[in-house]
Structure formats: C-alpha cells, structure tokens
C-alpha cells in the first residue's frame, strides 16, 4: 500500500489536532502532533532552567529526548507528561521556542523518521511547507480569535484550569504574531494546501470534510 502523508496546518485553537487525531482514526493512519513536540521541548527547558540563549545546552536537550504518540498520550523519554505540556507556562512560551531553528531542526529530523514507514496524518504550523512540502494532502485551518479562544479555554477547564477568555485571546494573538512573523518556518498556508474555515463547524464535521477529500468523495 503505497505511504500517504496528510498535512494539517494552521494558528492555534481551529481544531487542528482534534481533527488530526479523529481523522488518522477513521484512516488507520498514525497520528503525529508536532505541536505536543514543540511542548515537550518547551517544557523540558523550564524543567531544567536552560536560557533560551545556551544554544549547546539547548540542543543536546533536543537530541537526547525520546518521544513517542500512545494514543492520546505523549511520552518524553518515558514519562507521561500529556498534562504538563498543556499548562499556561508553557502555552506561553512554546512559540519563542519553536522558533529556535537549532530546535526545528532537530523536531523535524524526528517528524520526518515518524513517517519514514507508515501513513500519517500531521498537523501543525509548517507541515505542508517545511516538514512535507510533497504531502499527498494538505489543509490549512483557519477561525475566527473569539471562537479559537473559546476553545482553548475549554482545552484548559478540561485540564483544570480557568483563565479568562480575554486573556486568552490576547495570548493567541501575540502568538500568531510570533508565529507567522518568526524567520525560521513561519506559519502560512501552503500554496497548494485546501483552506479550511472551521468557525462554524464542529469537529465531527471538520473531521468529515477532510475525510471526504482525503478519499477522493468530494
């Protein structure tokens, strides 16, 4: 069976990695959030107090982790730290992070050998131009800020936090800043890439859409 690589792209709080997730399902197809990776490092640089400029010590970090998907579950060199990687903290400072080029070298090396063997779906800020630009499909997910807030803030009750939707919309737009304006794989839509407006749509139907394209029905 030949190797299928779908790209899911797009800002934070569109329902990228629901979606994702959902979809590798219906397709038996490995799910990889890179995202959780971004976190994963992130986390582990607050852990350890490493300064986001000790490049050396920045990189061993990322070279030395062992990741891996169980599920929903994300595990860093053998600790289940799903929750951790989804805390206020490191929400706040993933995006300075992840764009540190020694670090997405590193995180896209390992994207890539995930899919060396297997059919995955991927979603993400720089899947469909950077990590796979020859992916078989891609989507770039885009939604209004107040819906996207109000998801994430859901995404933090179900974690046991409350922050305030204001807060949370002014985070996610200093995080599209940064994102989209960072030198090293910015997020932007893909030439090629199917764009996906999810303000009004629930995931069932996200997830539905991009199945249908996927299988050639639309």
């Known amino acids: ?61 990322t070279q030395n982790s062992k990741m891996s998907f169980e599920g929903e579950e994300f595990i860093l060199n053998g600790k289940n730290i799903t929750k951790e990687i989804r805390s206020l903290e490191v929400t706040n400072k993933v995006s300075s992070v992840s764009a540190i080029k020694e670090i997405r070298k590193v995180l896209v090396d390992k994207q890539r050998e995930f899919a060396k063997d297997t059919s995955v779906v991927m979603d993400g800020r720089d899947i469909g131009t950077v990590v796979f630009p020859d992916a078989n499909f891609k989507f770039f997910l885009v939604c209004d800020l107040k819906t996207r807030a109000a998801r994430r803030r859901q995404d933090f009750i179900d974690h046991g936090l409350r922050i305030p939707i204001e ?52």
Do not use: C, W
């Open 167 to 218: 807060k949370i919309m002014v985070e996610l737009s200093k995080r599209d800043k940064i994102d989209s304006s960072r030198k090293e794989s910015p997020l932007k839509k893909a030439k090629d890439a199917i764009e996906v407006n999810t303000t009004n749509m629930i995931i069932e139907e996200q997830v539905n859409y991009l199945l249908r394209k996927v299988k050639g029905l639309d």
């Open 1 to 61: 069976m030949e190797k299928i690589i779908v790209a899911i792209d797009g800002p934070s709080g569109t329902g990228k990695s629901t979606t994702a997730r959902l979809l590798a399902e219906k397709l038996g197809f490995l799910y990889i959030d890179s995202g959780a990776m971004y976190r994963a490092i992130t986390y582990e640089l607050l852990a350890n107090d490493v300064k986001p400029t000790d490049i050396k010590k920045i990189l061993q970090l």
